[in-house]
């Protein structure tokens, strides 16, 4: 006989002020099978699970059910609580009386105490149907891969090789480094970014436990926490990894130039090229689009200066499969593309330049060897107007959210600019100044105040070329006007976005995204490195724009996590997965078919005396409980363990029937 | 019959469209309360006999969302969904069951306005349509 406990949470006032919790605890006590229906202010606190313990005993309660909050959210917290009470985990139901029934219908309470009932008794209809199941155990691989070599991926990497983790970064560039190798100084401390980050590089170069593929992309990623399968297409690079000793004659002597990625267009590149002098792995590549010889046949310079016979032209990509127990995301973004912003004329005037331009202008290993030069006749600028917030909290680009970084990034690029060239003027335009980090206001007001940099509260409505100079047509709300100012330079202070094929990866690792495009965590406040899918953690500014003191400790958060995991042997994985009636599989391999996971194979079985047929049957460590077998098994012989055929039946009929 | 309200049954996937109803929720986006909702792992578990039995148990109207196309927490459970939804609407027909009841769209985990303007978007319509007569 089965006993339902049924608890509804008032969650304090969430619930309660829109749902009559104790006419639906009077309504639940009707319900078939109820001995008992509670309320309590807040259930997922310690005396909340005390009063379900309590009443479990008192009672003789063997399967409960809980209304309040959505299962996402306290669904492991009641399962916890009820294994405590010696009741199976599974011989409980939650019914979300909260975020989809308490705080979509504030307006119509009766209407939603109703509803709260029905979910109530949807949720006891289910638990009725339950079953005690009981958790799998799979290995874990203790091998940790880790997409993307910036900061985010390096500092993960050092965390985990110093952890003693074997380490795989893969990397797409032909250089670990990543956005913040293109950085000249940090903001607050104006460090140098390269001589902060290059020991970083190294030292990942240098751990036994760290594997480095550069010039590689991840391109199918298959099982689940604790046993991922991931193919990784290393491109060619035309060069030898072991013979190379990274002496640079063959770019010396290339013929071919293209302009420069890493100097973001401003300068030239040769076709075979090492981004950047502290490259890591310090070995060129060829770019066989600009390459004369993959262009015209003719040519081979660099295979004829080679003192090491390093270059290999018939290279090809090469696709590894390897094992990994957990994967850290570190992919990184791109800089928002300006030419949305026609008013501001980038890429039309010579003189319009991105921040990350300007940054590789000021670094003294850039195009200009660190000389700020107005790009149109390489002349000294006098004044230059910063733009804030290009691309960010912008509704009407569809750029709702604040890009974090451009403030404080704004405010150094101004004074790497007085530090320059001391007679100039720096103008910024922002909407407000928002410096939330550890020194960072005493930074702007540096900037503001010994730095003389004029703050314009305002946007800027448009920019034209008069002359050699640009004249910026921008308002100050402050002061209340309209203001001009005649510009020999103008750097846009673009928002971080998503990577250009963000989506692409979300897809391959099964992780979700925003409407950004930005990768989703499991909880933005409680969550902040995990993901929907367990064993895939995020690190950096893929979820969203971070600075370089964020995305480090999130690194490091991400890397904790991983090593929380592999400290184990063996990890629990949910029980909820497929299981074949024997008896009614008619052997037709639809199930087979449809599978995303490969996780069903058939097997000869005897399922009479004497007969023997070809049955299919669920591989238990792969499978994970998608259902998507059982929707197509034309003789309902598969069915999924906690979302049972006769379990849905049930919610339906007491949804239908009034 | 004056005072007949809709019963609308919705089938949401576990990592999208329920993930985006609590979304709903999170951001106090109204919509009406005559849907209630019934969780799947997967729109791919999407039995077409849940729809059938649905409107044959009195529901007035069945809404059923997923991740979008390619999103699919199991790399393609909602495709597998996609082709029944197609089978299942034309069925629906010769159950003497007028399609229109029946509702299918694509709800993110991030889209929690979507989900409120799907629900009242369904319940509008069932509200046009009036009861579900046997």
């Given at each position: 006989m089965?006993?339902v406990?049924?608890?509804?949470?008032?969650?304090?006032?969430?619930?309660?002020?829109?749902?009559?919790?104790?006419?639906?605890?009077?309504?639940?006590?009707?319900l078939?099978?109820?001995?008992?229906?509670?309320?309590?202010?807040?259930?997922c606190?310690?005396?909340?699970?005390?009063l379900?313990?309590d009443?479990?005993?008192?009672?003789?309660?063997?399967?409960?059910?809980v209304?309040?909050?959505?299962?996402?959210?306290?669904?492991?917290?009641?399962?916890?609580?009820?294994?405590?009470?010696?009741i199976?985990?599974?011989?409980?139901?939650?019914?979300?009386i909260?975020?989809?029934?308490?705080?979509?219908?504030?307006?119509?309470?009766?209407?939603?105490?109703?509803?709260?009932?029905?979910?109530?008794?949807?949720?006891v209809?289910?638990?009725?149907?339950?079953?005690?199941?009981?958790?799998?155990?799979?290995?874990?691989?203790?091998?940790?891969?880790?997409?993307g070599?910036?900061i985010?991926?390096?500092?993960?990497?050092?965390?985990?090789?110093?952890?003693?983790?074997?380490?795989?970064?893969?990397?797409?560039?032909?250089?670990?480094?990543?956005?913040?190798?293109?950085?000249?100084?940090?903001?607050?401390?104006?460090?140098?970014?390269?001589?902060?980050?290059?020991?970083?590089?190294?030292?990942?170069?240098?751990?036994?436990?760290?594997?480095?593929?550069?010039?590689?992309?991840?391109?199918?990623?298959?099982?689940?926490?604790?046993n991922?399968?991931?193919?990784i297409?290393?491109k060619?690079?035309?060069?030898?990894?072991?013979?190379?000793t990274?002496?640079?004659?063959?770019?010396?002597?290339?013929?071919?130039?293209?302009?420069s990625?890493?100097?973001?267009?401003?300068?030239?590149?040769?076709?075979?090229?090492?981004?950047?002098p502290?490259?890591?792995?310090?070995?060129?590549?060829?770019?066989?689009?600009?390459?004369?010889?993959?262009?015209k046949?003719?040519?081979?310079?660099?295979?004829?200066?080679?003192?090491s016979?390093?270059?290999?032209?018939?290279?090809?990509?090469?696709?590894?499969?390897?094992?990994?127990?957990?994967i850290?995301?570190?992919?990184?973004?791109?800089?928002?593309?300006?030419?949305?912003?026609?008013?501001?004329?980038?890429?039309?005037?010579?003189n319009?330049?991105?921040?990350?331009q300007?940054?590789?202008m000021?670094?003294?290993?850039?195009?200009?060897?660190?000389?700020?030069?107005?790009?149109?006749?390489?002349?000294?600028p006098?004044?230059v107007?910063f733009?804030?917030?290009?691309g960010?909290?912008?509704p009407?680009?569809?750029?709702?959210?604040?890009?974090r970084?451009?403030?404080?990034?704004?405010?150094?690029?101004?004074?790497?600019?007085?530090?320059?060239?001391?007679?100039?003027?720096?103008?910024?335009?922002?909407?407000?100044?928002?410096?939330?980090?550890?020194?960072?206001?005493?930074?702007?007001?540096r900037?503001?105040?010994?730095?003389?940099?004029?703050?314009?509260?305002?946007?800027?409505?448009?920019?034209?070329?008069?002359?050699?100079?640009?004249?910026v047509?921008?308002?100050?709300?402050?002061?209340?006007?309209?203001v001009?100012?005649?510009?020999?330079?103008?750097?846009?202070?673009?928002a971080?976005?998503?990577?250009?094929?963000?989506?692409?990866?979300?897809?391959?690792?099964?992780?979700?995204?925003d409407?950004?495009?930005?990768?989703?965590?499991?909880h933005?406040k409680?969550?902040?490195?995990?993901?929907?899918?367990?064993?895939?953690?995020?690190?950096?500014a893929?979820?969203?724009?971070?600075?370089?003191?964020?995305?480090?400790?999130?690194?490091?958060?991400?890397?904790?996590?991983?090593?929380?995991?592999?400290?184990?042997?063996?990890i629990?994985?949910?029980?909820?997965?497929?299981?074949?009636?024997?008896?009614?599989?008619?052997?037709?391999?639809?199930?087979?078919?449809?599978?995303?996971?490969?996780a069903?194979?058939?097997?000869?079985?005897?399922?009479?005396?004497g007969v023997?047929?070809?049955?299919?049957?669920?591989?238990?460590?792969?499978?994970?409980?998608?259902?998507?077998?059982?929707?197509?098994?034309?003789?309902?012989?598969?069915?999924?363990?906690?979302?049972?055929?006769?379990q849905?039946?049930?919610?339906?009929?007491?949804?239908?029937?009034? | 019959?004056?005072?007949?309200?809709?019963?609308?049954?919705?089938?949401?996937?576990?990592?999208?469209?329920?993930?985006?109803?609590?979304?709903?929720?999170?951001?106090?986006?109204?919509?009406?309360?005559?849907?209630?909702?019934?969780?799947?792992?997967?729109?791919?578990r999407?039995d077409?006999?849940?729809?059938i039995?649905?409107?044959?148990?009195?529901?007035?109207?069945?809404l059923?969302?997923?991740?979008?196309?390619?999103d699919?927490?199991?790399?393609?459970?909602?495709?597998?969904?996609?082709?029944?939804?197609?089978?299942?609407?034309?069925?629906?027909?010769?159950?003497?069951?007028?399609?229109?009841?029946?509702?299918?769209?694509?709800?993110?985990?991030?889209e929690?306005?979507?989900?409120?303007?799907?629900?009242k978007n369904?319940?509008?319509?069932?509200?046009?349509?009036?009861?579900?007569?046997?």
């Amino acid at each position: 006989m089965a006993r339902v406990g049924v608890f509804i949470c008032d969650c304090g006032v969430n619930i309660a002020s829109t749902v009559d919790v104790p006419k639906v605890v009077e309504y639940a006590m009707t319900l078939q099978k109820v001995a008992i229906a509670k309320e309590y202010k807040y259930m997922c606190s310690d005396p909340g699970q005390n009063l379900i313990l309590d009443t479990i005993k008192e009672y003789k309660l063997d399967r409960i059910v809980v209304s309040s909050c959505s299962p996402r959210m306290h669904e492991l917290t009641f399962r916890i609580c009820v294994n405590k009470g010696k009741i199976n985990p599974y011989y409980f139901e939650m019914a979300n009386i909260r975020e989809q029934c308490s705080w979509v219908h504030q307006k119509d309470k009766e209407a939603a105490t109703k509803k709260a009932m029905k979910l109530t008794e949807i949720a006891v209809a289910k638990v009725l149907r339950n079953e005690p199941l009981f958790p799998l155990y799979s290995p874990v691989i203790k091998r940790a891969l880790v997409i993307g070599g910036g900061i985010a991926g390096i500092q993960a990497s050092l965390d985990l090789g110093d952890a003693g983790h074997e380490t795989v970064i893969v990397e797409r560039e032909s250089s670990i480094g990543g956005r913040m190798s293109q950085l000249d100084k940090t903001f607050p401390t104006l460090d140098c970014s390269q001589c902060i980050l290059s020991p970083k590089m190294v030292a990942v170069a240098q751990n036994k436990n760290i594997k480095i593929y550069t010039y590689a992309e991840v391109e199918e990623v298959q099982g689940y926490v604790g046993n991922f399968t991931v193919k990784i297409r290393k491109k060619a690079r035309y060069v030898d990894m072991v013979k190379c000793t990274g002496c640079g004659v063959c770019t010396q002597k290339c013929p071919a130039k293209t302009s420069s990625e890493f100097n973001e267009k401003t300068g030239d590149r040769k076709a075979i090229y090492t981004p950047f002098p502290q490259a890591v792995p310090n070995v060129p590549v060829i770019d066989k689009n600009n390459c004369i010889y993959f262009l015209k046949g003719k040519c081979k310079v660099c295979e004829k200066f080679c003192p090491s016979n390093a270059i290999i032209y018939n290279q090809e990509d090469e696709v590894v499969e390897e094992k990994f127990g957990a994967i850290v995301v570190a992919t990184g973004i791109d800089i928002y593309d300006h030419s949305n912003y026609g008013e501001y004329g980038y890429g039309k005037y010579k003189n319009v330049l991105s921040g990350l331009q300007f940054e590789r202008m000021v670094s003294s290993s850039g195009p200009t060897d660190g000389h700020i030069l107005r790009p149109s006749d390489q002349e000294e600028p006098k004044d230059v107007v910063f733009i804030q917030c290009v691309g960010a909290r912008d509704p009407s680009k569809g750029q709702d959210y604040c890009a974090r970084v451009c403030c404080m990034w704004t405010a150094k690029q101004a004074i790497l600019l007085k530090e320059h060239l001391p007679n100039s003027r720096a103008y910024i335009f922002y909407i407000d100044i928002r410096a939330f980090g550890k020194g960072y206001e005493e930074f702007v007001r540096r900037a503001q105040v010994d730095y003389q940099v004029t703050y314009l509260r305002g946007r800027v409505s448009r920019i034209y070329e008069k002359g050699k100079k640009l004249r910026v047509l921008g308002t100050d709300t402050l002061a209340g006007g309209q203001v001009e100012i005649d510009a020999d330079m103008v750097i846009l202070a673009d928002a971080m976005v998503p990577k250009y094929d963000s989506v692409k990866v979300a897809q391959t690792l099964g992780i979700p995204y925003d409407t950004y495009r930005f990768f989703t965590e499991l909880h933005p406040k409680l969550a902040p490195v995990e993901t929907v899918t367990s064993g895939i953690f995020l690190a950096g500014a893929c979820s969203g724009p971070k600075d370089i003191p964020d995305t480090v400790a999130q690194a490091g958060a991400a890397a904790a996590k991983v090593c929380a995991l592999f400290s184990k042997d063996n990890i629990e994985i949910e029980p909820t997965i497929a299981q074949v009636n024997f008896s009614l599989c008619s052997g037709c391999e639809t199930c087979k078919l449809v599978c995303p996971f490969n996780a069903i194979e058939m097997r000869e079985r005897e399922i009479r005396r004497g007969v023997k047929r070809s049955i299919a049957n669920v591989i238990e460590s792969v499978c994970r409980g998608c259902g998507t077998c059982v929707g197509s098994c034309y003789c309902k012989a598969i069915d999924l363990r906690g979302f049972r055929d006769k379990q849905i039946m049930a919610e339906l009929e007491a949804v239908c029937i009034e | 019959m004056n005072n007949w309200e809709p019963n609308i049954v919705g089938f949401l996937c576990n990592w999208c469209s329920y993930a985006g109803a609590d979304l709903t929720g999170l951001s106090r986006k109204e919509y009406p309360a005559n849907i209630k909702i019934i969780k799947l792992p997967c729109t791919g578990r999407m039995d077409p006999m849940f729809i059938i039995e649905a409107f044959k148990l009195g529901a007035d109207g069945v809404l059923v969302s997923g991740c979008h196309p390619g999103d699919c927490h199991y790399n393609k459970g909602n495709l597998y969904w996609q082709r029944r939804f197609l089978v299942v609407s034309e069925l629906l027909n010769n159950f003497g069951i007028d399609k229109n009841r029946f509702f299918a769209s694509w709800v993110s985990a991030s889209e929690g306005v979507k989900f409120s303007e799907v629900v009242k978007n369904v319940t509008e319509k069932i509200r046009e349509l009036g009861p579900l007569t046997k």
